[in-house]
Nanobody
C-alpha cells in the first residue's frame, strides 16, 4: 500500500515557476515508477512526466519537454516536478501516481494516486 500527498501548487503568472512535491508512505517507494499527470476541467487526465524507480530514466510529454524536470529522492520517499516557463495552458490539477502496471503513459496503469494540487497560470 502506498499513500501519496502532493504539495506545491498555486497561482503563478505566465513565465513563472513552481515546484511540486509528492511525498509517499511505505518502504517500497523505490520499486515504483512515479508519474505526474494533470487534469483540466472537463478533460481527461493526461500524462506529464514519469521517472523510473532508480531515477535513471525520465520521460516527458511533448508539451512540457524542456520546461519541466522530474526528479526523486528515494531516501525521502519524495518525487518532484520542477515547472519552469509556465503557460496558461499548464493550468490544471496535478496528480502524482505510482505505476502498478506496464504503461507509464496511461493513468489506468497507476494503482495509487494522491489527492491532487491545483496549478493556475495567469496570462
Amino acid at each position: 500500500q502506498v499513500q501519496l500527498v502532493e504539495s506545491g501548487g498555486g497561482l503563478v503568472q505566465a513565465g513563472g515557476s513552481l515546484r511540486l512535491s509528492c511525498a509517499a508512505s511505505g518502504r517500497t517507494f523505490s520499486r515504483y515508477t512515479m508519474g505526474w499527470f494533470r487534469q483540466a476541467p472537463g478533460k481527461e487526465r493526461m500524462f506529464v512526466s514519469a521517472i523510473s524507480g532508480s531515477g535513471s530514466m525520465t520521460f516527458y510529454s511533448d508539451s512540457v519537454k524542456g520546461r519541466f524536470t522530474i526528479s526523486r529522492d528515494n531516501a525521502k520517499n519524495t518525487v518532484y516536478l520542477q515547472m519552469n516557463s509556465l503557460k496558461p495552458e499548464d493550468t490544471a490539477v496535478y496528480y502524482c501516481g505510482a505505476e502498478t502496471g506496464t504503461n507509464r503513459y496511461s493513468p489506468n496503469e497507476y494503482g495509487y494516486w494522491g489527492q491532487g494540487t491545483q496549478v493556475t497560470v495567469s496570462s
